[in-house]
């Protein structure tokens, strides 16, 4: 198998960037390509297909179901670290929104060490990545409130389809752009220009036509596969890295090892080894190969090829939670759905089938804003600045939260209800309440805390620990909380939103009624706080004095040609959703190994 096809590049990673890289790296009918996927193909998978259906795929076969250690900071609750395990990764299983970083925050990329990684260095990559096509009609472009979108910004001939999710038919996605009209904190620009505040209607990468997802597998990954100088090979399990010293004491990758069919075969690039597993598994595969922290390596009986020691640090992620409230009579949502009513089930397939419309075209949220904390300072000015190793890190986010045209939390609507105090394989729960339920949820934006990931053990199957420290730093918490106050005591009863709840309705759980004050909205936030799914930054693109894993050209330091092109590489979290960000990190990527 190894030497029928003798590849350029190998990519260790058939999920959202893998298969970007492979795509734009076999544009050149002269350059060989061989992906390396763990998982398998779903792409004939309704779960993958059907926008609705994304809860479902959560700690299933497609899902590589890790979790972290006990977190300390959420009372010793161990959270679920979801990943996909399929081709197109995370991107074949997320909740399909769409959302923009922050100009603020990719320049601090750039001030971290990392020259031509700010804002207008990276914009073209994003917008390479996408197509945005927004409603054809007057009426549901007033209905979602889009009067924003900037062409200058715009991705008009990228892979993946871009779509609104709303729908005029739901009259809460105009409750909501009412409702941040009324406090006056509608966005005041295109989040995609980097530098927008407030409510709007968020996109999702949905096929507005077929009403489908369209992730990295379908829009990347479906075309290189026709393309004879490429071979995507799946349900592969990459053991280690082959490295040989060199001269200059470097090391280089000379092959892969790894299982196919349960034989060991060995895969020989001519040119490099490009790392594309995600946030986990690329530092467990670095580890495994020799390239990480000594002391741990040999702990675990593994030889240094590179002591790096900032490998599995710097691993960031963002908490979310939410409140659920009772919806007024006649309100439409998921939890009919969510509960399998046969009758809901049976008009939803019908609806779907029939004309690509009804609650199956929906994923995760169509509305979404980005928010400030009031009285910022004086609220961080409370904790001592961290010292040592981080104070840097800890001075850039400061400088960002403390902006007041810059956000330190998402606020979202969610048209289900969510079970949190449950813990379940995903954050909707599976004991599902009789009635029909809108939450209002807020997601962290910039945390403080930072964690790591690293092997446990030298034997490949083990899994890896994962750390993310949630709420380590204080500040996270407190901004949390206030959010989740904010969202019961400001969104909820504005005249807006209001008619939509039972005035006395029931709520998720119990200590929902107790967040309007501070330290209710703590206990609710310290109970039921989990993953957003975000995390990044495990293999860090700093200078290697700082902690650094990548340079800015990508290659692993104390290696000749081995890159990373993943999620890991983020130096600091954007705000919101990362898969713009991915795909626009992997564009990039691509046009830097072009490059060279």
């Given at each position: ?320 939670t939410g409140l659920s409230y009772e919806v007024a009579d006649g309100v439409m949502t998921g939890d009919p759905l969510m509960r399998q009513e046969p009758e809901a ?252």
């Amino acid at each position: 198998m190894a030497s029928s096809f003798s590849p350029d590049y190998i990519v260790v990673g058939g999920g959202t960037s893998g298969l970007v890289v492979a795509n734009r790296l076999s544009e050149n009918p002269d350059v060989k390509v061989l992906v390396l996927e763990a998982g398998k193909d779903t792409s004939a998978d309704p779960r993958v297909n059907i926008p609705a259906l994304w809860t479902s795929l959560m700690g299933t076969e497609v899902d590589w179901q890790f979790k972290t250690v006990p977190q300390s900071g959420l009372g010793g609750r161990t959270i679920r670290a979801t990943q996909g395990k399929t081709l197109g990764g995370s991107s074949a299983i997320n909740g399909q929104a769409f959302i923009a970083p922050a100009q603020s925050e990719i320049d601090a990329w750039a001030k971290l060490g990392n020259p031509g990684w700010d804002w207008a260095g990276l914009v073209p990559s994003y917008k390479k990545s996408y197509t945005l096509i927004p409603p054809p009609d007057q009426a549901t472009l007033d209905h979602l409130g889009i009067d924003w979108i900037n062409d200058e910004y715009r991705g008009t001939s990228g892979p993946i389809k871009v779509s609104f999710p709303g729908i005029i038919q739901n009259p809460l996605c105009k409750a909501w752009i009412d409702a941040f009209r009324g406090l006056n904190k509608a966005t005041n620009g295109d989040p995609f220009s980097g530098n927008s505040i407030g409510g709007y209607s968020n996109t999702a990468t949905v096929d507005p036509e077929t009403k489908t997802r369209s992730y990295a597998y379908s829009a990347y990954g479906v075309p290189t596969r026709q393309r004879p100088n490429v071979q995507i090979l799946t349900e592969v399990k990459v053991q280690k890295i082959l490295l040989t010293k060199t001269p200059t004491g470097t090391v280089r990758a000379v092959g892969v090892n790894a299982l196919v069919e349960g034989k060991t075969a060995t895969f020989i690039p001519t040119k490099e080894v490009i790392l594309a597993s995600g946030v986990y598994n690329t530092p467990k595969l670095l580890e495994l190969s020799g390239i990480g922290n000594k002391e741990l390596l040999e702990k675990h009986g593994i030889e240094a090829q590179v002591d790096l020691p900032g490998v599995g640090e710097n691993l960031q992620d963002h908490l979310m939670t939410g409140l659920s409230y009772e919806v007024a009579d006649g309100v439409m949502t998921g939890d009919p759905l969510m509960r399998q009513e046969p009758e809901a089930l049976a008009q939803a397939q019908k609806l779907y089938v029939e004309n690509k419309v009804g609650p199956l075209t929906i994923g995760g949220m169509q509305s979404h804003a980005f928010m400030p904390t009031p009285n910022m300072m004086e609220l961080l000015d409370k904790f001592p600045r961290t010292q040592g190793a981080n104070a840097e890190y800890y001075d850039i986010v400061r400088s960002i939260l403390e902006n007041p045209s810059s956000s330190s939390i998402a606020w979202l609507l969610f048209l289900v209800q969510t079970n949190l105090h449950e813990g379940g394989k995903s954050f909707v729960g599976s004991q599902f309440l009789p009635e029909n339920y809108a939450s209002l949820g807020c997601v962290q934006s910039r945390p403080f805390s930072r964690g790591s990931t690293h092997i446990s053990s030298a034997d490949i199957d083990a899994e890896p620990t994962i750390d993310p420290r949630y709420f380590s730093h204080p500040a996270d918490l407190e901004i949390m909380a206030r959010n989740i106050q904010a969202l019961d005591t400001q969104l909820r009863p504005s005249k807006e939103l209001a008619p939509f709840f039972k005035p006395d309705g029931k709520r998720n759980h119990p200590d929902a009624f107790h967040v309007g004050d501070l330290d209710g909205a703590k206990k609710y936030v310290l109970d039921t706080a989990t993953t957003a799914y975000h995390s990044c930054g495990s293999a860090a693109m700093l200078p290697k004095e700082k902690g650094g894993v990548v340079d800015p050209k990508l290659i692993v330091y104390g290696t000749e040609n081995i890159r990373i092109v993943d999620a890991s590489i983020f130096p600091l979290i954007p705000r919101g959703n990362i898969l713009s960000s991915v795909y626009a990190v992997a564009e990039k990527a691509a046009d830097i190994i072009k490059g060279n």
